[in-house]
């Protein structure tokens, strides 16, 4: 078996781990179920990914973000590690061909989301596979005292059941101590190992101003603090108006949001990443994922409704290690406001029990059925047909995703995906009976390869009209007519959000919302959101132990760059200064004294105030000693 250093350089080319990095990899190697707290950028894939490569078998890797699940798989495999995800967008054919994979092929990591784990193809797998660690990434959302809970993850635990002997490896970047019990009651972790690093971080200076134009004051900030930049704000809207205005004032801004289509958010992000862009307007559905370690600042210019999401944005900034600066504007309106937005997350009970309904009828679901069905989905259409209010309404959406009964992504590129449906022996027999399409079929295979004939491989129909020298339209067509012959799975292309229902349908009336647990949630968000408030409109403490005790981290001195820091030292060198004037006025009308009788004439200053003035100005030479090494004020 190679080392953990062996394994870290021959895939990642890196010589060491970080600091708590090889501990939890040793732990899950030695099938200890493992809790790993890391801030954000504190490398935690890492930490379940090379310890699975020491061992033999697959790695399921729970988590709830589709985009990041996807970006993980293709890092793996440009590092030539076989790896596959199982996701909404996915039909049961191409579920089958992965499940089977993971059983008799090389997949060595599976990323699922929590709401797969209870299906029935995934257990009746799942008793098959050899399955070496199980990774629950994002592990907060098993806590309800969690600032995302999804009752979706309280199923790992019945999962756990079938792997019996599988070590778990729980995975945050935010935990209380509230979370941090809960998800090793709620995965049911026998005999734990607990690593966490500090949530200090020394490099980042914390800031928060009151503003009346917060414009004028992110236009000032942006041109002390040179540098990229990412600017949070709360709408949509927001991101285009905030982003116009920047460049009209001369910074060079783009905006990002879930809304654009992936073709625009992958330019714009590239384009940021590339430093061709300095700053990004965005919503939070920017930053997770994305490993960019010069920026220099990230400002909220919304305050966020936690701070678990405070400090995971603004742990954006700085992660190669220099000075970075996490800043947020507000004003009193936006105090109001924050708690204002809480409530409305929450509508009523009715509303929920309508808007599901509602869904039920836009799709013809009946009572019974539907499970795990995949539909394309636009809200505002959507509203229109029912005439629902459309902020209650997503609202509603989002609550009836948290409960479990549906799942929601936001507008995602997926590629066109091909799969032979036949064996080798059958395409050629094909082949020879239509000949016109054997052309076709080499190019096909020729940019491909024979993994067509084992799991659904991305195409591209304008790159195979290139090299076929047919338009795409043509293309398209071919692929089709393949298609209806079963020769091939085609699924085309697609680039609209999409809404899967993850139970049968229920009648609207009878489902089992948990109206008890909403109304205990809505009041921890609220108490929350009142923490932000509290950090907000503090003018006297540090803002890094103000985040530490957030996170139960009671033992760390004050950082001393934040901006309560520097106003503490700037008020306290107003003292020494003011205290300074005090000793040479003493000394021109008493002087020269020696150090001894000068701290005796100001014997009601603290000695360590008293001798701080002196040695400021003494560097600053306002007073010197004479020979006869006494104090003299200088001319």
């Known amino acids: 078996m190679k080392s953990p250093e062996e394994i870290l350089k021959q895939y990642w080319n890196y010589d060491s781990f970080r600091p708590i990095q090889k501990d939890a990899v040793l732990s899950a190697v030695n099938g200890q179920d493992t809790l790993l707290l890391l801030p954000t950028g504190g490398g935690k894939s890492i930490c379940f990914q090379v310890p699975v490569l020491m061992m033999e078998g697959v790695c399921i890797v729970v988590t709830p973000l589709i985009a990041l699940m996807r970006d993980q798989v293709e890092q793996l495999k440009r590092r030539g590690i076989p790896a596959a995800a199982i996701h909404s967008g996915m039909n049961k054919h191409e579920?089958?061909?992965?499940?089977?994979?993971?059983?008799?092929?090389?997949?060595?990591?599976?990323?699922?989301?929590?709401e797969r784990l209870r299906t029935d193809i995934?257990?009746?797998?799942?008793?098959?596979?050899?399955?070496?660690?199980?990774?629950?990434?994002e592990a907060h959302c098993i806590s309800a005292w969690g600032y995302d809970f999804r009752p979706s993850y309280l199923k790992i635990a019945e999962f756990r059941e079938l792997i019996p002997d599988t070590p778990v490896m729980a995975l945050t970047a935010t935990a209380t101590e509230e979370v941090r019990a809960d998800i090793i009651d709620k995965l049911k972790m026998k005999t734990v190992r607990v690593y966490k690093q500090s949530f200090a971080r020394e490099n980042l200076s914390y800031s928060v101003f009151n503003e009346d134009s917060k414009e004028q004051k992110l236009l000032q900030i942006l041109q002390r603090v040179p540098g990229t930049a990412i600017i949070y704000v709360k709408t949509r809207?927001?991101?285009?108006?905030?982003?116009?205005w920047l460049n009209r004032k001369g910074v060079g801004a783009s905006y990002?949001?879930?809304?654009?289509?992936?073709?625009?958010?992958?330019?714009?992000q590239s384009a940021w990443i590339g430093n061709k862009v300095r700053v990004v307007v965005a919503t939070n559905a920017f930053g997770m994922g994305i490993d960019k370690p010069d920026v220099r600042s990230v400002i909220h210019f919304d305050l966020p409704e936690n701070l678990e999401a405070y400090?995971?944005?603004?742990?954006?900034?700085?992660?190669?290690?220099?000075?970075?600066?996490?800043?947020?504007?507000?004003n009193p309106i936006d105090l109001e406001d924050l708690l204002d937005t809480v409530e409305r997350q929450y509508p009523p009970i009715d509303l929920l029990r309508r808007v599901y309904q509602a869904l039920a009828n836009y799709y013809k679901i009946p009572v019974g059925s539907g499970e795990l069905s995949i539909h394309d989905f636009d809200l505002q259409h959507f509203c229109g047909i029912f005439g629902l209010p459309v902020s209650d309404t997503h609202y509603s959406l989002k609550l009836l995703q948290e409960e479990g009964f549906i799942q929601l992504s936001e507008s995602f590129n997926e590629p066109s995906k091909l799969m032979f449906l036949v064996d080798?022996?059958?395409?050629?027999?094909?082949?020879?009976?239509?000949?016109?399409?054997?052309?076709?079929?080499?190019?096909?295979?020729?940019?491909?390869?024979g993994e067509l004939f084992t799991e659904y491989m991305r195409i591209n129909e304008t790159e195979i009209g290139q090299h076929f020298y047919a338009p795409v339209q043509e293309v398209a067509s071919k692929l089709r007519f393949l298609q209806e012959r079963e020769i091939i799975d085609f699924q085309p292309r697609r680039d609209k959000p999409q809404l899967t229902f993850l139970t049968q349908r229920f009648d609207a009336e009878t489902m089992p919302l948990q109206v008890a647990e909403i109304k205990k949630k809505r009041a921890r968000d609220r108490s929350k959101a009142r923490a932000v408030l509290a950090y907000a409109s503090s003018d006297n403490r540090c803002r890094t132990l103000m985040l530490l005790e957030y996170f139960n981290e009671f033992d760390a001195s004050e950082c001393g760059v934040c901006d309560n820091c520097l106003k503490k030292k700037k008020e306290k060198e107003q003292t020494f200064r003011a205290l300074g004037l005090e000793i040479a006025s003493d000394l021109r009308h008493n002087g020269p004294l020696s150090p001894k009788q000068l701290s005796e004439r100001f014997g009601h200053v603290a000695e360590k105030y008293f001798l701080r003035a002196i040695k400021m100005m003494l560097e600053e030479e306002k007073i010197?000693?004479?020979?006869?090494g006494k104090l003299i004020v200088n001319k």
């Not at 990002?256 to 714009?268: F, I, M, N, Q, V």
Request: glycine fraction near 6%; aromatic fraction near 12%; charged fraction near 30%.
């Open 95 to 114: 579920i089958d061909i992965a499940l089977d994979n993971c059983v008799h092929g090389s997949t060595r990591f599976l990323y699922v989301s929590p």
């Open 122 to 137: 995934m257990i009746a797998r799942a008793k098959k596979m050899k399955i070496s660690l199980l990774a629950v990434d």
């Open 237 to 244: 809207k927001r991101t285009k108006e905030l982003a116009d």
């Open 256 to 268: 990002y949001h879930a809304g654009l289509s992936h073709k625009d958010r992958s330019e714009r």
């Open 311 to 330: 400090y995971q944005e603004a742990g954006r900034a700085g992660r190669d290690g220099l000075r970075a600066y996490a800043v947020a504007l507000y």
């Open 424 to 449: 080798n022996r059958q395409l050629y027999d094909f082949q020879i009976r239509y000949p016109e399409l054997d052309s076709f079929i080499k190019v096909i295979l020729r940019l491909y390869g």
């Open 624 to 628: 010197a000693y004479n020979n006869q």
